[in-house]
């Protein structure tokens, strides 16, 4: 049995007919850039996290590059973030000129821990002149915690520790739009707890465009307003630049598909946390626990509907690579994210981190694997999966 780690064909046969008719509506208008689809996209989003503005823009790296230059941020700054995480959110970091500082994770979540971020800035950072700066002495602006796998990072810890230290909070939430968190004791939609949150519309991401897309949500209208003035590189009005952006409009086309497939996205990442409960079901049932480590769900207890939306379902074990290599011999689609922490990418040597500064994410990259997850794979093929795992543990299939 062929199981893929992703399959949208039966959500696109669904949809096919109003995706369509919007496409062409668009086609008709000939208005392609910054329409009346993005704005009524744009309203959708806002009003579907629970933030007062929402700006679309060409992807999820361009929401964070966006984010990060119209906060200003740059040269002399130092920009905390997870190290393990998609590439994007490091690599935003250097772009504008700042430094990125990698975080360990929490083993349980794989998420930013707010032990070792509060551990960072207590034991390795030192107040001058009021500021608070980095051994090296760039002065620290902003944590950018990574909403992973599409399950909220600890954010009340987080944004104690923010206050604390008077930083600005950015939340890449490109996995987790939709995902809820019991901030304060109340639900919480990722992206609307910091300052601003960033979303991707990548095809593979629980909401996916037909090609890249993203989206920034943010609390604040005058950071809204130079958002929205950054994605058309600084002009207001047109031809008068007051600071450097870029392009990061979105397309009418993408935010027309998208529009289209929001009122969905609850039931889809329903349909994927479903999946993730008959897989623990059947790991259970094949006495998997304990030779895999499924994922935590930290915030199941809490009551909230979306505590987590299953972007990817990732299990761990020692035994990874062989587990892998049975699986893709079993036709099963998997991958790994990430196979390194962002402080061993070659790209980042000159930050000077090295083997061993991160155990946990080190371990992460050693030890993560992602498992067929999306809202139609059928009941067949996740017990198919789960049985080919089993098998593989049973056989002992050499190391
Ligand atoms: C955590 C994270 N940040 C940023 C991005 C970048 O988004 P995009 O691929 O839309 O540029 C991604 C995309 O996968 C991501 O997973």
Known sequence: MRVPLLDLSQQYAALAGPMRKEIEEVLASQNFILGPKVAEFEAAIASYCGS???????????????????????????????DYSFFATGGCIARVGATPVFIDIDPVTCNISPAALERYLTESCRRENGALRTAKGERVRAIVPVHLYGLCCEMDAINEIAQRFELEVIEDAAQALGAEYPAAGVSAKAGTMGAVGTFSFYPSKNLGAAGDAGMIVCREEALAARIRTCRQH??????????????????????????????????????????????????????????????????????????????????????????????????????????????????????????????????????????????????????????????????????
């Open 234 to 399: 600084g002009m207001e009005p047109r031809y008068y630049h007051h600071f450097i952006g870029g392009n990061f409009r979105l397309d009418e086309i993408q935010a027309a598909i998208l529009g289209v497939k929001l009122p969905h996205l609850d039931e889809w990442s329903a349909a994927r946390r479903r999946v993730a409960d008959n897989y623990r079901t059947e790991f259970e049932r094949l006495s998997l626990i304990g030779k895999i480590t499924l994922p935590a769900e930290p915030f199941r207890a809490n009551g909230l509907t979306n505590h987590h939306i299953y972007h990817q379902y990732v299990i761990r074990t020692e035994r990874r690579d062989p587990l892998r290599e049975h699986l893709t011999r079993k036709e099963i689609g998997t991958a790994i994210y990430y196979p390194l922490g962002l402080h061993e990418q070659e790209c980042f040597r000159y930050l000077g981190y090295k083997t061993g500064d991160f155990p946990e994410a080190e371990r992460a990259a050693r030890e993560t694997l992602a498992l067929p997850i999306y809202p139609e794979l059928s009941p067949e093929a996740r017990r198919y999966v789960a049985e080919s795992i089993a098998d593989f543990f049973d056989q002992g299939t050499a190391i």
């Open 52 to 82: 007062p503005h929402a700006i679309g823009v060409s992807s999820g790296t361009d929401a964070l590059l966006a984010v990060f230059m119209a906060m200003g941020l740059g040269p002399g700054d130092a920009v905390l973030t997870s």
